[in-house]
């Protein structure tokens, strides 16, 4: 594979191709500059100086590209993006003494491809970007890194990211940061973790289901807990999903996916916390001891919960993780989770719903996420529909029947997992797309993780 660390460069004056980046104001001052057939080369590649487009233009014995740009007094993370993917191969350099600034970001994840399954996957030439912003070069680096983390284990098919590989993952990122790791699997999870153990007790041994820990930094600095939902296939349990249902749930590990890659970036640019990684990884499967619609499970906090959905699986694993979260008393709390259609329905693909207890936390996480062109939105924590959550025989049910507010409850559900006053953030994150945008193939992808890290940066870095 291309090393995605040699794709943007410090600019020491190497030799490389003028990238001329232009919107539709500054076009025609921009067409004046060259000569006649450089211009009437550019009409003919149908040029207008729209977003996305570009021309290339010969320039005596080589050549140089132009591109157009929304507005280029500020450019967005993908504005360059998809010229990382049409261009020839070739080291670049932005004309006319701009830098690309926030436009590195999607340099890199332009030149992403998922092909650990193709016989005729080929290396492509790598389009390498420079840039005197030199400062800008290893943080742009390990957020594009976190990004494909997420993209290359939500990708994965289930039959390779189980929750063995999942622990794996983990006890890489351990070995090279020099983190502890602490994992609970098997049927050991039933005392201390009973809610993960019922969802993943009927998968076969080889996707036993498992409790992940991993803490790295100074006991002394500020706690944060980064848990997600590592639901590596999701069946729907004994309340099946149809098969165009099970489609895509490979992607159910999403979460996961988010804080593991989270937890790597944190670590790279070694931000001052004490980090709390925690993935309940499971598969929820199909067999003679799979739990039970009715059956009443106890947890890690001491509630009972009447499961009224198998297929509500997710939010059963994260109790019992979010209560081990709390149990050291951080000082943040942020969990990811591909929870909900009830969040896509309300908000499609692209946003994924966060909610937070303060208001505080929400205004950082949505300003953050529109600094790094990682939008999200805020839902709320509806304390009127606490009682949508009541159960006749337990403490409460994991899945109201009544289809109302499904995002909202299923988040009101793990609030009560949460311990008082902890400041939490939830995200139900899609963790896939499924129509391409430059930078961002259809796939899996990382929702919601810029917006978390930005958020983090700020306050610890």
């Given at each position: 594979?291309?090393?995605r660390?040699?794709?943007?460069?410090?600019?020491?004056?190497?030799?490389?191709?003028?990238?001329?980046?232009?919107?539709?104001?500054?076009?025609?001052d921009?067409?004046k500059?060259?000569?006649?057939?450089?211009?009437?080369?550019?009409?003919?590649?149908?040029?207008?100086?729209?977003?996305?487009?570009?021309?290339?233009?010969p320039?005596?014995?080589?050549?140089?590209?132009?591109?157009?740009?929304?507005?280029?007094a500020?450019?967005?993370?993908?504005?360059?993006a998809?010229?990382?993917?049409?261009?020839?191969?070739?080291?670049?350099?932005?004309?006319?003494?701009g830098?690309?600034?926030?436009?590195?970001?999607?340099?890199?994840?332009?030149?992403?491809?998922?092909?650990?399954?193709?016989?005729?996957?080929?290396?492509?030439?790598?389009?390498?970007?420079?840039?005197?912003?030199?400062?800008l070069?290893?943080?742009?680096?390990?957020?594009?890194?976190?990004?494909?983390?997420?993209?290359?284990?939500?990708?994965?098919?289930?039959?390779?990211?189980?929750?063995?590989?999942?622990?794996?993952?983990?006890?890489?990122?351990?070995?090279?940061?020099?983190?502890?790791?602490?994992?609970?699997?098997?049927d050991?999870?039933?005392?201390?973790?009973?809610?993960?153990?019922?969802?993943?007790?009927?998968?076969?041994?080889?996707?036993?289901?498992?409790?992940?820990?991993?803490?790295?930094?100074?006991?002394?600095?500020?706690?944060?807990?980064?848990?997600?939902?590592?639901?590596?296939?999701?069946?729907?349990?004994?309340?099946?999903?149809?098969?165009?249902?099970?489609?895509?749930?490979?992607?159910?590990?999403?979460?996961?996916?988010?804080?593991?890659?989270?937890?790597?970036?944190?670590?790279?640019l070694?931000?001052?916390?004490?980090?709390?990684?925690?993935?309940?990884?499971?598969?929820?499967?199909?067999?003679?001891?799979?739990?039970?619609?009715?059956?009443?499970?106890?947890?890690?906090?001491?509630?009972?919960?009447?499961?009224?959905?198998?297929?509500?699986?997710?939010?059963?694993?994260?109790?019992?993780?979010?209560?081990?979260?709390c149990?050291?008393?951080?000082?943040?709390?942020i969990d990811?989770?591909?929870?909900?259609?009830?969040?896509?329905?309300?908000?499609g693909?692209?946003?994924?719903?966060?909610?937070?207890?303060?208001?505080?936390?929400?205004?950082?996480?949505?300003?953050?996420?529109?600094?790094?062109?990682?939008?999200?939105?805020?839902?709320?924590?509806?304390?009127?529909?606490?009682e949508?959550?009541?159960?006749?025989?337990?403490?409460?049910?994991?899945?109201?029947?009544?289809?109302?507010?499904?995002?909202?409850?299923a988040?009101?559900?793990?609030?009560?997992?949460v311990?008082?006053?902890?400041?939490?953030?939830?995200?139900?994150?899609?963790?896939?797309?499924?129509v391409?945008?430059?930078?961002?193939?259809?796939?899996?992808?990382?929702?919601?993780?810029?917006?978390?890290?930005?958020?983090?940066?700020?306050?610890?870095?």
């Amino acid at each position: 594979m291309t090393d995605r660390h040699a794709l943007i460069q410090p600019d020491r004056g190497q030799q490389a191709i003028a990238l001329h980046l232009v919107d539709k104001a500054t076009l025609p001052d921009f067409l004046k500059s060259l000569n006649g057939a450089q211009r009437s080369t550019i009409a003919a590649q149908k040029f207008e100086g729209g977003g996305y487009e570009h021309a290339i233009v010969p320039d005596g014995d080589g050549w140089f590209a132009v591109a157009g740009v929304a507005n280029v007094a500020e450019l967005s993370s993908w504005c360059m993006a998809k010229l990382a993917d049409a261009l020839p191969g070739g080291t670049y350099r932005r004309a006319g003494g701009g830098e690309p600034g926030k436009a590195l970001h999607g340099w890199v994840t332009g030149q992403y491809r998922f092909d650990r399954y193709r016989k005729d996957a080929s290396e492509a030439e790598p389009r390498i970007l420079l840039t005197k912003d030199v400062a800008l070069i290893e943080p742009a680096l390990a957020e594009a890194a976190a990004v494909l983390m997420v993209r290359d284990l939500v990708n994965t098919p289930a039959e390779d990211m189980g929750p063995l590989q999942l622990e794996a993952e983990v006890r890489a990122l351990a070995k090279r940061y020099h983190a502890e790791v602490h994992v609970v699997s098997g049927d050991a999870l039933e005392r201390d973790y009973p809610m993960v153990h019922a969802v993943g007790r009927a998968a076969a041994r080889s996707h036993a289901p498992r409790l992940i820990e991993m803490e790295w930094g100074d006991p002394k600095h500020p706690r944060v807990a980064i848990v997600g939902k590592g639901v590596c296939f999701d069946s729907g349990g004994l309340d099946i999903k149809p098969s165009s249902g099970m489609a895509l749930m490979k992607k159910d590990m999403g979460g996961a996916a988010h804080a593991i890659a989270l937890a790597g970036l944190i670590m790279a640019l070694d931000l001052k916390i004490r980090l709390h990684l925690i993935v309940p990884a499971v598969e929820n499967a199909i067999s003679a001891n799979a739990f039970r619609p009715g059956d009443i499970l106890r947890s890690r906090a001491g509630l009972s919960v009447e499961v009224t959905n198998t297929d509500a699986e997710g939010r059963l694993v994260l109790g019992d993780a979010l209560t081990r979260a709390c149990e050291l008393q951080p000082e943040l709390v942020i969990d990811f989770a591909t929870l909900t259609g009830a969040a896509r329905v309300a908000l499609g693909p692209d946003l994924p719903a966060m909610f937070a207890r303060t208001d505080a936390t929400a205004e950082d996480l949505l300003r953050a996420g529109l600094e790094r062109d990682d939008a999200c939105w805020r839902l709320p924590l509806h304390d009127g529909y606490r009682e949508y959550l009541k159960s006749d025989v337990a403490d409460l049910q994991n899945s109201p029947s009544n289809g109302f507010a499904g995002a909202s409850v299923a988040a009101l559900f793990l609030d009560r997992f949460v311990g008082e006053g902890i400041d939490w953030a939830h995200f139900d994150t899609f963790a896939w797309r499924p129509v391409a945008k430059p930078g961002r193939p259809k796939g899996g992808d990382a929702l919601g993780l810029r917006a978390a890290w930005g958020l983090l940066k700020v306050r610890y870095g």
